[in-house]
């Protein structure tokens, strides 16, 4: 029996057992729409924007190590998701975006809604398609799922004209599939390996330094047996946070911009360096040269080999997937004879946990008179037992809650590392709810990065996703305002948040609860009172103190030992 | 350094603009790049002159070989390599400078392809720094036009870039 091409796209989601799409229909999507329509195994969710299609997808990919899907349209559908699709590729995030492009008579015309979808996608996707003929729609669908889960992951386009979507042909779907051009990494060289294993042995001044490639891979358990076999510091990177228990004591905190100062004085001055799954980029290390100037041998496991002495020059590389590499690096420590120089390393935890005093850890006055915005992250982990999936959106109330929000298991942290993009974390907690049911999912957020993608709060109303929204409010887009107050001259330019709206009544007109907490003392009652109502979304408005900063703080081109502790300003 | 790379990749529509886009976008060097299909039709062969610290180099053979549609890749500087631009030269030529053109032209194994009553078209095949010793021997001021194709290059002997 022949199938429209629109029949077989959903065809081909249900084979890869796609419980949800994101998306939103359009006058180029008509055809799968009405597919989608006629079928009752994949559930369509629809967003208020494309957008958050993308996001919503990407924290369902992120939660759950499934390959989120999302479905636009062409012309601003497409250009609208460019922003999801540019935050997943920049944190590695398995997606396959469907997109609808007008006819292929039509495409070069200027038509309606017409834009060069694959054209302008190209920078910010793993691989994209254009399908210009219905018997390549399956196969093609089948490389995208397969390209974004596989190696680096990422997101994969598949661009599908009005006309292809009609057109029939017999409907087969392979069972798998191979691309003679792309060959992704699986296990490490054993010989390089085994000299990782020797390196370390012999480290005085050991570090692990972990980041989201250990989440990606799914080797949180191989980290963690492999930090406390050799008994090493680690840190992890933002996107890494949860890839090792923060409650661990080895674990030194985050490091970076806004790591701790232990974390960033021992990658500044270890001598033997062990990067897994991180890339080094300028908010973890700083200034290039600067990182340089000490000399550490560097072992560096990435499934990427262009990840590799990017920015820094490495001794040790290792390419691979991480878990398998870490297995594999376990198996050779446990069966050697060789320990870790323990007089040594017992040396520079006494120096880490100099450093740890000399930085008196994550700290904060906290106040009785206003809401410190850290005072709110520390009772929500405390309320939520530190076992909630957290999105969130970007700036201060990011770094906060990635500071002072203890996450001890891995995809439970859910954030725009890479890119940055305000309006992810509601978008991002939508797929995440819907994806782990039952679960309880905050998402932190500010006045600022709410409003970027406020619309969403419909969505939610209609899918019924109870989704916590702990909004700092400071009245300024606080991480600018921070840049502002220290690198020019305290000129608030732009930053303060005028005429914003009464986010209470906001939610209520959605049809959520709303509450709006000013008082410290209400911090808890309030937190409590939220989460307690498990089956409806609240809005939680904190006025919090506009003047708080985040410390510790690398500024930007500085090296790690150039850090800025709360007391020196 | 300037170096040679040679890839080998699908001859799809939008694969150029791939490794266009990738060097535009990491702001690597382009000196040239020449492309065409192969005996394989499914497959195309491109040429790209650049040029960069090895660590640049580096990154940029990892950044190509990262793209789907890459096949096979070899930095022909790492071994013994042969390598050729063809060129054509319009000159100004007159009476008394065609016996002069004919030798420089003879002397860099050109050949006139073409000749009217003001000018005079030679094709050149050689090398890209031989090319240049050309056009400085011709003199700038006689040029009227120059095509080059940029280098195309191949590894000596059993040195094979073949899928």
């Not at chain 1, 990422?154 to 661009?159: I, K, M």
């Not at chain 1, 057109?167 to 296990?187: C, D, L, M, N």
């Not at chain 1, 050779?332 to 880490?352: C, D, F, M, N």
């Not at chain 1, 978008?427 to 998402?443: I, R, Y």
Request: glycine residues 10%; charged residues 20%; proline residues 4%.
């Amino acid at each position: 029996m022949e199938l429209t091409g629109a029949e077989i796209v959903i065809r081909c989601l249900q084979e890869e057992q796609v419980e949800y799409l994101f998306g939103y229909p359009g006058g180029a999507v008509l055809f799968i729409y009405d597919a989608l329509f006629q079928q009752d195994k994949v559930k369509h969710i629809l967003v208020r924007h494309e957008q958050a299609a993308v996001h919503a997808a990407d924290g369902y990919a992120r939660s759950s190590d499934k390959v989120g899907v999302a479905l636009v349209t062409s012309g601003p559908g497409l250009t609208n998701a460019v922003t999801g699709i540019a935050t997943a590729y920049m944190d590695s995030i398995p997606m396959v975006i469907i997109s609808g492009q007008v006819p292929t008579y039509a495409i070069g015309e200027d038509a309606f809604q017409e834009v060069d979808a694959v054209g302008i996608t190209r920078p910010c996707v793993k691989h994209n398609f254009l399908v210009k003929d219905v018997k390549d729609i399956a196969s093609t669908i089948k490389k995208a799922f397969y390209l974004a889960k596989s190696g680096r992951p990422g997101p994969v386009l598949v661009d599908i004209p009005k006309d292809v979507s009609n057109h029939k042909t017999t409907f087969e779907y392979p069972p798998s599939v191979t691309i003679r051009s792309y060959h992704p990494a699986g296990k490490g060289d054993s010989r390089q390996i085994r000299l990782a294993g020797q390196m370390l042995l012999e480290a005085k001044r050991p570090m692990i330094y972990a980041g989201g490639g250990v989440v990606l891979s799914g080797a949180s358990a191989q980290l963690a047996d492999l930090v406390r076999l050799l008994g090493f510091p680690c840190t992890n990177t933002l996107m890494g946070l949860g890839g090792f228990p923060a409650s661990d004591k080895h674990f030194v905190g985050m490091l970076g911009m806004h790591g701790t100062y232990e974390a960033n004085m021992a990658m500044q001055h270890c001598d033997v360096l062990l990067a897994v799954g991180a890339r080094f980029d300028d908010r973890v290390i700083g200034n290039v040269e600067h990182f340089a100037e000490v000399p550490r041998k560097i072992i560096h496991i990435d499934i990427d080999p262009a990840s590799i002495a990017k920015r820094v020059k490495v001794d040790v590389p290792i390419v691979g997937d991480v878990k398998l590499v870490l297995d594999e690096l376990l198996d050779v420590l446990r069966g050697g004879s060789k320990t870790p120089a323990a007089a040594e390393v017992v040396a520079w935890w006494k120096q880490v946990d100099e450093w740890r005093a000399i930085g008196g850890g994550l700290r904060y006055k906290n106040s009785s008179e206003i809401i410190k915005p850290q005072f709110v992250i520390e009772k929500l982990h405390e309320i939520t037992g530190g076992d909630a999936f957290i999105t969130s959106d970007v700036g201060q109330h990011q770094m906060w809650t990635a500071q002072y929000y203890k996450f001890d298991k891995p995809r439970r942290w859910i954030t725009s590392g890479g890119l940055g993009t305000m309006g992810f974390g509601l978008p991002a907690a939508m797929g995440v709810q819907m994806v782990n049911p039952g679960a309880t999912v905050a998402c932190v957020t500010g006045e600022g990065s709410i409003q970027m993608n406020i619309q969403e709060l419909s969505t939610c109303k209609q899918f019924h996703l109870p989704i916590k929204i702990v909004s700092l409010n400071n009245g300024y887009l606080g991480m600018v305002r921070q840049w502002q107050e220290f690198f020019h001259g305290n000129r608030y330019s732009e930053t303060y948040m005028n005429a914003l709206p009464d986010f209470v009544r906001l939610a209520e007109a959605y049809g959520h609860v709303g509450m709006r907490i000013v008082n410290p003392a209400d911090v808890e009652p309030a937190l409590k009172e939220a989460f307690a109502r498990k089956n409806d979304l609240v809005f939680m408005d904190f006025k919090t103190d506009p003047t708080e900063n985040v410390f510790p703080m690398v500024p930007g081109g500085k090296g790690l030992s150039q850090i800025i502790l709360a007391e020196e300003l | 350094m300037r170096h040679i790379i040679s890839l080998l990749m699908e001859n799809e529509a939008g694969a150029l603009s791939r490794v266009a886009g990738l060097f535009s976008a990491r702001g690597y060097n382009i000196e040239s790049l020449t492309v065409a299909p192969t005996e394989d039709p499914t497959l195309s062969r491109m040429t790209i002159v650049t040029s960069g610290s090895d660590a640049v180099i580096e990154q940029i053979n990892k950044q190509l070989n990262k793209l789907v549609d890459v096949a096979a890749l070899i930095d022909l500087n790492d071994g013994e390599h042969l390598e050729r631009e063809l060129m054509l030269v319009k000159v100004s030529a007159h009476s008394g400078n065609r016996e002069e053109l004919k030798r420089i032209s003879d002397i860099f194994h050109g050949h006139i392809i073409d000749v009217s009553k003001h000018t005079c078209t030679i094709e050149l095949t050689n090398t890209c720094a031989m090319l240049d010793s050309f056009l400085e021997a011709i003199g700038r001021d006689l040029i009227l036009e120059t095509v080059r194709t940029g280098a195309s290059g191949i590894g000596r002997g059993e040195r094979i870039l073949k899928l």
